[in-house]
């Protein structure tokens, strides 16, 4: 019998994934990106991404994590460079904020371990940090930073050694449904598959034929940086993930020095764009707008710019992911639009696809993922 062959289209933080768990199931995988991964053009690159179990966005989110901590730490022994650092977390902001509400929510209903801290005992414990009277902070020990470009190519290097086919720089021009499967198109010819995972992160909407899912792409800008004082705090091992709420809604988030400077960034404080028209250089407007808040909760960081970089998110209204099948085509997967907080989910997001593609279905309940939601 022969083996199903299943086409993954983008091989960022999900595709690459994917391609490793089919190839581990020694499926006839083809993967296909239109550069050559890891990069800096789409949402996987940069220094470092945070991983939180104490989880604002919801308990549903949690059992996801569970396994994703799991799989990187499996990463972490399969492959020779590590993926993942546990660090611990310290985030702060306004009792009534989306942060603290949200994650005492999903930690009490999925018995997550949190501890809770004062303003004085931040201030006590961490004197960089400017935490305001009257706000809160959550300790979260298991908080970690994902290294987001090793961890693509580690996937990518484990998903060729067992069997999968990369095929980088190919631009795939379209797709067909047919009667056995799917027909890509792509810039050096046709591939007949069984399935198509389309995990092509702020170019999936123009993938997506008639889907109808309402995805807004998301310029954002991450930077650097040379802290100004208390330069031991702020290297890995000292310094934990930090956040800082903003207007009780999105943070200013901060990680350790792992060689490159401390990484700072304001999390969906951007402007709306395209992958084709987005800006792809940092401006002054970028700059002053993440400064204005790291001197007011975190002046040791107004230090020198080390370098600074533009990303892009793929969001959905409810900021939540979409991981169904394609509305109109039972052969084609979506596993896209991650709304900001995605590549954490990336080893667990890879064995959920590889489910749906090979048994067309996950253990996982994926209701709150659902491509026909805003229907």
Not at 324 to 351: L, Q, R, T, W, Y
Request: glycine residues 8%; negative net charge.
């Amino acid at each position: 019998m022969a083996k199903p062959r299943v086409v993954v289209l983008g091989l960022g933080a999900h595709g690459s994934s994917a391609a490793y768990r089919l190839a581990l199931r020694e499926v006839d995988v083809i993967g296909l990106d239109q550069f050559h991964p890891p990069h800096s053009m789409g949402s996987s690159h940069g220094p470092s991404r945070i991983l939180r179990m104490a989880y604002k966005e919801g308990p549903n989110y949690v059992p996801l994590l569970r396994r994703s901590f799991e799989l990187w730490h499996e990463l972490n022994r399969d492959f020779t460079e590590p993926s993942f650092d546990v660090t611990g977390g310290l985030f702060m902001g306004p009792p009534t904020g989306r942060a603290m509400t949200g994650m005492k929510v999903a930690s009490e209903a999925e018995d997550v371990e949190i501890h809770s801290l004062t303003p004085e005992e931040v201030r006590k414990k961490y004197p960089s940090f400017l935490i305001p009277d009257g706000w809160e902070a959550i300790w979260d020990p298991n908080s970690g930073a994902i290294f987001p470009e090793v961890a693509v190519g580690a996937q990518l290097i484990l998903a060729e050694r067992a069997g999968a086919d990369l095929r980088y720089n190919t631009q795939v021009t379209g797709w067909e449904a047919t009667e056995s499967g799917v027909t890509v198109n792509t810039s050096d010819g046709s591939i007949e598959a069984d399935r198509l995972i389309v995990t092509a992160g702020v170019w999936a909407p123009g993938l997506l034929g008639d889907a109808e899912i309402p995805f807004e792409v998301e310029r954002v800008s991450l930077w650097m940086l040379e802290p100004k004082a208390n330069h031991i705090f702020f290297r890995a091992g000292n310094f934990p993930n930090a956040s800082f709420e903003i207007e009780e809604k999105f943070p200013l988030y901060m990680q350790a020095d792992y060689g490159t400077g401390v990484k700072v960034a304001l999390d969906h404080h951007g402007t709306p764009t395209t992958p084709e028209t987005v800006s792809r250089e940092t401006t002054q407007e970028d700059h002053d707008k993440i400064f204005e808040h790291i001197r007011r909760f975190i002046p040791d960081l107004d230090g020198k710019v080390l370098d600074s970089a533009v990303c892009m998110y793929t969001n959905t209204p409810d900021l939540n992911f979409v991981i169904d099948f394609h509305p109109g085509e039972p052969n084609v997967i979506i596993g896209s639009a991650c709304s900001g907080h995605g590549f954490k989910f990336a080893p667990v997001m890879g064995e959920i696809l590889a489910d749906l593609a090979l048994d067309g279905r996950s253990k996982y309940d994926l209701e709150m993922f659902s491509a026909t939601r805003f229907s």
